[in-house]
C-alpha cells in the first residue's frame, strides 16, 4: 500500500509545487498520504485488487473534492478554493494494490502512474500504458533519445590537424626554396600557402677553454698580451727620476 499511496500523493501534489508555498505542500501531501491510509484500512484486497477500486479512488471536480484532501487543505492551512485552483478540473486517481493510475475529464483514457501488476503466466500485464508517465516513478524516461557527447557530432574533418608537425617544419627550415610546401598531415595539407623558409640566425658567442680564459683580463674578452703594459724603470732611472721631479 505505501508505493501506491506515495505515488498517487506526488503525482497530485506535483500541480501545486511553484504555485503554493513549498512547505504548506509539503505538510498537505503528509495529511492525504494520512487520511488515504486510514480510508484504505480494511478496503486493500492484493489478492483481488479490482475490488473496491470505486471506494479507493481519488475525485477531484468543479464542484467537489475528495474529502481526504479537504481534510488535508485545513489541516495545513491552504485554502481549498487555492488548491483546487491548481488541480485539473476534472482529475480522478485510482489506486488499486499494485498499480495506480489516473484519468483526466469525464471522458478522457485512463493512464498508468504505476504497475506492478503480473499475468497468470509470470509476464508483466501488457496493457496500454503511457510510458512517459509511468516512467515518473521509476526515475528515467525511456522515450529519450540517447544521448550523444558533441565530440561525436563533429563533422570528419574534425579529426585533420591543421598544424604542421615537426618535420614538415625541419623540412621547411632546411630548404631555400619558398615555393617549399609542407608534407601533407592526417591525409590534407596543413595549410595553403607556402612557407617562410627564413629562418633567424642566432649571433655565435665567443667561447673560452679554461686555458683561454686564463690568459684574458677579468671583465673583458681581451687577451692579456693585447693589454699595453706600463714600461718599468730600472733603480737607476728611478733615482734620476724622483731627484728631477723634486
Not at 483481488?48 to 477531484?60: A, T, V
Not at 486517481?93 to 475529464?105: A, C, Q
Amino acid at each position: 500500500m505505501h508505493v501506491e499511496v506515495s505515488v498517487a500523493l506526488n503525482f497530485v501534489i506535483s500541480y501545486l509545487y511553484n504555485k503554493l508555498p513549498r512547505r504548506r505542500v509539503d505538510m498537505f501531501g503528509e495529511e492525504v498520504e494520512k487520511g488515504l491510509k486510514k480510508k484504505f484500512e480494511g478496503h486493500w484486497y492484493p489478492d483481488q485488487p479490482f475490488k473496491g477500486s470505486g471506494f479507493r479512488c481519488i475525485r477531484i471536480s468543479i464542484d467537489k473534492m475528495d474529502y481526504v484532501l479537504t481534510n488535508a487543505a485545513h489541516a495545513s492551512g491552504l485554502d481549498i478554493d487555492e488548491v483546487k485552483e491548481y488541480l485539473p478540473n476534472e482529475l480522478t486517481v485510482w489506486i488499486d494494490p499494485h498499480e495506480v493510475s489516473y484519468r483526466l475529464g469525464e471522458k478522457g483514457v485512463a493512464k498508468i502512474l504505476y504497475s506492478d501488476r503480473k499475468d497468470d503466466d509470470g509476464l508483466e500485464s501488457s496493457l496500454d500504458a503511457d510510458k512517459e508517465v509511468q516512467s515518473v516513478s521509476r526515475g528515467f524516461n525511456p522515450e529519450a533519445q540517447s544521448f550523444k557527447p558533441i565530440d561525436s557530432l563533429a563533422s570528419p574533418q574534425s579529426n585533420v590537424s591543421l598544424s604542421p608537425s615537426p618535420n614538415a617544419w625541419l623540412q621547411a627550415a632546411s630548404s631555400t626554396s619558398p615555393s617549399h610546401q609542407p608534407s601533407p598531415v592526417n591525409g590534407a595539407y596543413a595549410s595553403t600557402s607556402p612557407v617562410n623558409s627564413f629562418v633567424s640566425r642566432v649571433p655565435k658567442q665567443t667561447t673560452f677553454t679554461a686555458a683561454t680564459f686564463a690568459q684574458t683580463k677579468f671583465g673583458s674578452t681581451k687577451l692579456k698580451t693585447q693589454a699595453k703594459r706600463p714600461s718599468r724603470l730600472s733603480p737607476t732611472e728611478m733615482g734620476a727620476f724622483i731627484k728631477q721631479r723634486s
